[in-house]
C-alpha cells in the first residue's frame, strides 16, 4: 500500500516531531532516575533526548506501558462546582492528538486486547476519544528479552498493527512504514517538516518460530481443570499482596470510580484499581466473595487465561515480561502457566 | 554461600521429615532466573530447592501474619534485619514463637544494598533461633560504613535548596502509581487495617495523578513506621518506579536519633521512641526558644 | 511573588483547656487578632497527627499552627511532651521533601496568655503575607 520513508537519524526524526509539536502531544520512552518510562518530549532533558534511541529501539518494553495514554491511572470525566443552589458542570480539558513514538509489538497489541472491553457497547467514549487521537508508532525487536514470552502469546516481535512502524538501519538512519491510515497522513506531515526520503522497507527481522504459541481454547480449558487445585494457595503463600502486576500489566484495566469533593467544588473520576487488593471485592454490609489471597490471585490469573478467552476468544496476556520482572517474588504468568500444566500432568 | 544453603538443606529436610514443622520458609532460586525470591517448602522433597545467596533481600518475618500461616508450625530462615522484624511481631504478640522453629542466619551482605554497609546486627543472637547458620570460613566481619558513605543522597538532598528539594521530590513521587508494593514488603508494616485500606473517602483518596495524595502517603508511611523500621532496604528495592523512598524513612531515623538517642528496633527494648514522651525530653517550642 | 491583597488562610489546632481559653480570653478582652485563622478546638495538642496538618495544606491551608499547653502544664499530663516530639520530626522531614517547614507553627499557649495568642496569630500572618500562598502541598483539583 504504502512505501516506506527514511531520515538519516532519530535526532533528524525527533527534530521534526519537535515542529509538529504545536499540532501533537508527543511521547518518547526515555529514562528518568534509571527507570524507563514515556516522556513528553517537549519536556525532556538533554540526556533524556540522548537516551530514547537505546531505549525506543531496545529488546524489550519500558516499564511503563502505553496503556495510560488510553486508559489513565485518573481520570476526571466530571467537574462540577456549586453557588447556592446552583451546580454547574465546568468543562473538562480536551484531549489532545497525541503521538507514542517507540511502542513495542506487545504493547501495541495489548491495546487490540482492551479495545475489545472499551469499544464494545457501550462504548467507553472517554477511551474511545484517546484511541481515535493517538498515533503509535512501533518499533520492532531483534531478539527477545530476558522476561519476554510474546511469541507464545501469538505475539510477533517484528510486526505490530501499529499506525507506523519504525525501524532503524544499520546507519543509523530511521525508516518509517505506514500501516494505516492515521500513519500515512502521520508520515505525509512529517516529510513536510522534515528531510525523509521514500526509499524501500527495511526488511523485518525473522523469528524462527520456534516458540510454540499457546492454544487459548487449550489454556483454557487447562485452567477450568485447576480452579480447584491447590496451587492457588500455594502462589499466594509468597504473593505479597501488593499491585504492581495489575499496574504495570498492559492489558489489565479494572478502574474504581471515586468522588473528591471540597465544600462548592468537586470532581468525579476514575483511577487504576487491582484485583489483588483486599478492599476491590468488599461490599457493602462488610461481606467479601475474595476474602483470601489466593482467592484473588486465582482470579486474576483466571481473568487472564480463562474468562476473557470465553468473552472475547483471546488470552488476555501479550507476553511483555514486566509481571516477570518486576513482582518482587517472582510470581509471573509463565511460571503460574508452568504449575497448572504441571499440576495437571501429576493429576 | 554454599554452606549455608546445604546446612539449611539439611536441617530443613530433617525438620519436615521427621513432622516437628509444616512447612519451612525461606528462598529458593527463582524461575525468572533473577535471584532467589521467597519458597515454602512442604516435603522434604522440596527441601532440596531452599538455598541462601546474597540475592535473599526480601524480608520473610511478615508472611507469618497472613491467614495462609496461621495455626501453622512454620521454620523460618531468618536473617539479621528479619530477626528484628520478628522480634516486634513477637512482642507485639502477632505470632507465637511456640510455633515457630527459628532457623538464624549469619547474613553476608545483599548485592547492591547500601543498608547492608551500615548494618549492624548481621546476625541474630545465638540464643534466640533455634540454630544458627554461618559461612565459617568466610572471613571476618562486614567492613561497617558511615550513614552518609552508605546514603549520601542524604546529604546531597539537604544541601538543594528548598525549591530544588521540591522539585527533586516531586520528579520522584510523580511516577508513584499507589501500588503499595513498599508497604507490603516492609516487615514492619503491620497494622491490620491499614489507613490506606479504609474506605472512609475523606480519610484517603487514591488518585494517582496528584501529587499532594502521593505526598501524603508516603510521608505518613514513613511517620508510621518511623521507630520500627529496621533496615532491610525492601521499600526502595520493589518499587518498580525507582522511587528512593527509603531516603525518607532513613532521614527520619536520623532525626530520631538526634534528638531522643539511638534506638534499634527489634533489639533494644520497648517502648520506642515514639510510643513515649517525657517532661525532661528537649522543647522545640519554648517561650523563649526558636523552632 | 506576594500579590497585593494576598491573605493567608491559617488553620489552628487549640487546645481545648489552655491555647483555645486563651484565645477566648483574647476575644472577651477585645484584643484584636487577624481574621485569617480558622481555629478548631482539639482536647490536646496531641491529638493533632501528621495526617491532619498534611490534610489541611492539601485543602488550601497557608499555614498550620498547633496551639497547646504549656509543657508540664498539659491536662492530660504527658500530651504536649508527645506533641513536641512529632511536631519536630515533622518539620524535618517536611523540609527534606521540599515542602515549607516554616508554615507549620507550635506554640504553647496557657488559658490566661490572651495577649501571646493574639500576637503568635498575628505574627503567623504577617510571615505567612510574604510567603505567599501555599500550592506545594495543596491538592489542586478543588482549588477556591
Known sequence: MNSSVKTESLDSLLAACDRLAGKYRIFAPTLEDAVTGFRPLDAMTKEQRKAVDAIAFANKPPVTSVKSFFFPDSEIYIKFSREGRAVTQMDLDVCAPQIILGAKSCDVRSVELIDKVFLAGPIDTMYQE????????????????????????????AASAADVLMAKGCRGDIYLTPQTVKGEQ???ELCTVGSFAVCASLPIPVFDGAVEQLVAEQVQARMDKSFDSPVWERLAMTCIGCGTCTYYCPTCHCYDIRDFSRRDQGVRYRTWDSCMFLSFTNMAGGHNPRPTRADRLRNRFFHKLNYFVKKQGELACVGCGRCAELCPVGISISSVLKQIGSDLHES | MRKISEALREVAGRLLRSGEVDLVLGYA?????????????????????????????????????????L????????????????????SENRIERKHTYLIGIDCPMMDGSPFCLICQHKCPPAEDVDILLTEADEAGELKASSHQEAFPEIPSIERMSGDERFEYWKRQLNRCKRCYSCRHACPVCTCRQCLFDRDNQDAVDPAK?????????????????????????????????????????????????????????????????????HAHEPDFFGKVGKQ | MTNEGFEPKIVAFCCNWCSYAGADLAGVGRLKYPENIRIIRVPCSSRVDAALVLRAFQNGADGVMIAGCHPGDCHYDTGNYHTRKRMVLLMSLLEFIGLSRERLLVKWISGNEAERFSATVLGFTKELRQMGAYEKARDLRCVR
Open chain 1, 130 to 157: 484517546r484511541r481515535q487521537k493517538t498515533i503509535v508508532i512501533a518499533t520492532v525487536c531483534h531478539e527477545m528479552g530476558d522476561n519476554c514470552a510474546c511469541q507464545e502469546f501469538g505475539v510477533s516481535p
Open chain 1, 186 to 188: 502521520l508520515v505525509q
Open chain 2, 29 to 69: 532460586w527463582s524461575e525468572q532466573g533473577q535471584g532467589t525470591v521467597p519458597y515454602v517448602a512442604f516435603t522434604a522433597e522440596e527441601a532440596a530447592n531452599l538455598c541462601f545467596d546474597t540475592t535473599s533481600r526480601m524480608a520473610l518475618s511478615k508472611y507469618l501474619l497472613q491467614d495462609t500461616f
Open chain 2, 71 to 90: 495455626g501453622k508450625r512454620v521454620a523460618l530462615v531468618v536473617k539479621g534485619c528479619d530477626y528484628r522484624a520478628l522480634k516486634l511481631s513477637l
Open chain 2, 209 to 277: 495523578d496528584v501529587l499532594a495524595q502521593h505526598q501524603f502517603y508516603h510521608i505518613i508511611r514513613a511517620f508510621h513506621v518511623a521507630d520500627r523500621c529496621v533496615g532491610c532496604g525492601q521499600c526502595a528495592q520493589v518499587c518498580p518506579e525507582g522511587i528512593p523512598l527509603h531516603l525518607l524513612h532513613q532521614k527520619l531515623q536520623l532525626e530520631l536519633h538526634k534528638h531522643y538517642g539511638s534506638y534499634r528496633a527489634g533489639l533494644d527494648e520497648l517502648p520506642s521512641p515514639l510510643s513515649h514522651a
